[in-house]
């Protein structure tokens, strides 16, 4: 057989692995090789190819490398605390600032237990253990999960499409993690494992730098708003796919959801009563990364500030974007529309001081297509009990409404933070879920196909991580728009735009590990979603947007 490799053609035999052939040309990268893509697929270095093909190699500091790197730190993780800790529970919660939040549900952590596990850690990175990837039928799985008593990939056997169930063994420790795994312990030296908040903390690199641990950047208020998530999530029993399945199965589901929604208008309702007792406040700032709702947020939003007296009126940032031969260019030399530095703060910041001062202001509607500012004759003035609402992704950024007094002003930070794991080592990603939702939304709304919404995906990530995830901690309220039941219902709408994505194309691998992914979810009915509800944003039939 024949791959294509840095374009030079190499001959192989077959029933020979990536390893064998390639094994000079790894061990001389200069960053470390964890995996492979082979026809735009993401394998494991001893993939054995079975046809000709295009192959190249992927490092720690690629997306998918990163991933695969955080997956053998968590499993040689749960390898050292069964070894030093035999019985105890982990969980994998959440990620915060280049590092995974962990607990164990049925033991008190201490700072020497942390030490022991960074030692036994240690250890079996040093000893460069195999982790060894064993396939079973799921007739042998059955008997196998009988013997076992463990959830340990047990969500495979419930995905009809899966022939086989696979395990990852090393030594006589087994786990499965969703995706492909490194090929041995010795791949995760660059970790640091800490005692935090009733939790273990395991910190990785930062995609980057990948061989170096960056600065820790405290998230307390990110933290206990997914706290308070989850401890709900526990109260119903449903802090994984396994149990959402089984809800699904059993007809319980739409009391799930009637109280997933609750929480959600009781969340809304508990910001506007906030706002409330804050006197001063004249200027409501909402602010938070793609597809975490917005919208739909701050018209919910709007209706208990209505409850409570206040008349919320809504200025839109976009039309103050500065003239198009003044705005700045990125490193590409393409104008950069999400800088601050793209909005005209110094009209914006006179136009809010004047509408707080009770004065009428001549508002400006952008034109995007000619590049500046219109006025067409439009005029705002805040009458008694009207409160502005201002969304954008620069709005907890201080720099924007510079000249406003800060006890005028009220912060809100959405977004779709995930508290659902696959299972108890298998946290599922945030990204992810607004990506899913991103997808279906553009295909419903935009015209927009799957892969045209992956092939921008990374564009948009980092305009979010330099201009909105920075300033998410001076928020003075989050809300959390993430629904538990939301993904069995987006599954139907994204698995058929996600396999339109064949192999000849860069993003069949993201396509396909999302595809896998939603398969995990049994299917929730569209009509069970109430008309209110903010994931309507993205299917479709909102009460708001008729």
């Not at 980092?462 to 995830?469: P, S």
Request: contains cysteine; proline residues 3%; glycine residues 6%.
């Amino acid at each position: 057989m024949e791959l294509l490799y840095n374009g030079v053609r190499k001959q192989i035999k077959p029933g020979t692995s990536i390893l064998e052939n390639f094994n000079a040309e790894i061990n001389l990268a200069e960053k470390k090789i964890i995996a492979c893509r082979f026809n735009n697929e993401v394998k494991s270095l001893d993939f054995f190819p079975k046809t000709s093909g295009t192959l190249e190699f992927i490092d720690i500091g690629n997306k998918d490398g990163r991933r695969i790197y955080i997956r053998g730190l968590l499993y040689v993780m749960g390898k050292a605390i069964e070894e030093i800790l035999p019985g105890a529970l982990i969980t994998v919660n959440y990620q915060l600032s280049n590092s995974m939040l962990c607990q164990i549900d049925n033991m008190s952590i201490t700072e020497d237990m942390i030490e022991e596990i960074n030692n036994k850690m240690k250890e079996i990175i040093q000893k460069d253990l195999p982790i060894i990837k064993r396939e079973m039928s799921k007739e042998e799985a059955i008997e196998f999960y009988k013997t076992h008593h463990t959830l340990k990939g047990r969500l495979q056997l419930d995905i009809a499409e899966k022939k086989n169930v696979l395990l990852y063994y090393c030594e006589e420790y087994y786990n499965y993690f969703y995706g492909v795994m490194p090929l041995s312990t010795g791949y995760m030296k660059v970790y640091e494992i800490l005692k935090y908040s009733n939790g273990i903390l395991i910190r990785y690199p930062s995609k980057t730098v990948p061989g170096v641990l960056p600065k820790f950047q405290e998230r307390q208020k990110l933290l206990a708003t997914l706290d308070d998530y989850e401890q709900l999530h526990r109260v119903l029993n449903i802090n994984t796919v396994y149990k959402l399945n089984k809800e699904v199965q059993d007809g319980k589901i739409l009391e799930d959801i009637m109280i997933d929604e609750a929480l959600h208008e009781k969340k809304i309702a508990g910001i506007a009563d906030s706002i409330l007792k804050r006197r001063g406040v004249k200027v409501i700032l909402i602010a938070g990364p793609s597809s975490s709702g917005k919208t739909t947020f701050a018209q919910r939003l709007g209706i208990q500030l209505k409850i409570n007296g206040l008349k919320p009126v809504t200025i839109s940032v976009d039309n103050y974007f500065v003239e198009r031969q003044q705005n700045p260019k990125d490193e590409k030399g393409n104008f950069d529309f999400e800088c601050i530095e793209a909005i005209d703060l110094e009209l914006f910041n006179d136009h809010l001081l004047k509408l707080l001062n009770g004065e009428t202001i001549q508002m400006p509607t952008f034109d995007f297509t000619k590049g500046t500012k219109v006025y067409n004759g439009n005029t705002l003035k805040l009458n008694e009990n009207e409160i502005l609402v201002i969304e954008g992704i620069h709005c907890l950024n201080d720099k924007l409404t510079l000249l406003i007094p800060k006890e005028q002003k009220y912060k809100i930070y959405i977004s779709a933070l995930t508290v659902l794991n696959i299972d108890y080592f298998n946290r599922i990603s945030t990204t992810d879920t607004r990506l899913i939702r991103r997808i279906v939304r553009d295909n419903q709304f935009r015209g927009y196909s799957a892969l045209h919404t992956l092939r921008m995906w990374d564009s948009v990530n980092t305009g979010e991580e330099k201009n909105i995830f920075p300033y998410q901690e001076e928020a003075d309220s989050m809300f959390n728009s993430s629904l538990i039941y939301e993904l069995g219902v987006l599954k139907d709408y994204a698995m058929p735009l996600l396999e339109k994505i064949d192999n000849s194309y860069a993003e069949f691998s993201e396509a396909k590990r999302l595809y896998r992914f939603l398969s995990y979810f049994k299917s929730i009915q569209t009509n069970d979603v109430p008309s209110h509800s903010l994931l309507r944003e993205f299917i479709g039939g909102s009460i708001f947007h008729k």
